[in-house]
């Protein structure tokens, strides 16, 4: 198994739209690995294969305390089951430091295939249906920090940009 690296915003590659995935081979599943890899050292809850600049549509979760849940959504879809938006406070891998409630359907139909291309379905409430938006917008080139206003999105931009000028 192998660490990626995680881009951050602002860079350009995170606005890529995945594609969907034809086959779930033993290619995809090296790279599900990996990817878990990356999210438990980083460490965080959910990443999208867009995150470690795979345009493919593939996402990892675990939100267990022991982190021994782990969840694969390949060619994730997801329908809202309640009109009304609710706020919840996110962060991102790739916005490393910056937490922001975002509001978005708090109950969620999620379509998927599993790690061996075979399809399920489930609803999801509270944390796991606001992930799986998060994660699905990253496919689409999307991320929380859109949600914010200009001025907080351009602080946040600036301050990264400042980091990554420090690092490298
Ligand atoms: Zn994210």
């Known amino acids: 198994m192998a660490i ?14 995945a594609k969907p995935i034809e086959t779930v081979d033993d290619g995809i599943r ?3 690995d990996d990817m878990f890899e990356t999210m438990y050292a980083a ?9 470690v600049n795979v345009h493919k549509r593939l996402v990892v979760m675990d939100l267990s305390e022991d982190k ?7 060619n994730p879809e997801f329908e809202a089951l309640t009109e009304e938006l609710e706020p919840y406070q996110e962060g991102c891998l790739s916005v490393p430091g910056f937490y ?6 708090q109950k969620v139909r999620i379509r998927a295939l599993d790690r061996d291309g075979q399809p399920f379905e489930l609803v999801a409430e509270g944390l796991l249906a606001v992930c799986i938006q998060h994660e699905c917008d990253h496919l689409n080139g999307k991320l929380f920090v859109d949600y914010l206003s200009t001025l907080k999105r351009d602080r946040i931009r600036k301050k990264l940009e400042k980091q990554h000028r420090q690092h490298g």
């Open 4 to 17: 990626l690296t995680i881009l951050e915003f602002p860079d350009p590659r995170l606005r890529t739209i």
């Open 30 to 32: 090296r790279l599900i």
């Open 43 to 51: 460490p965080g809850i959910g990443l999208a294969a867009t995150q």
């Open 68 to 74: 021994n849940e782990p969840r694969v959504f390949i």
């Open 100 to 105: 922001e409630n975002v509001d978005r359907p």
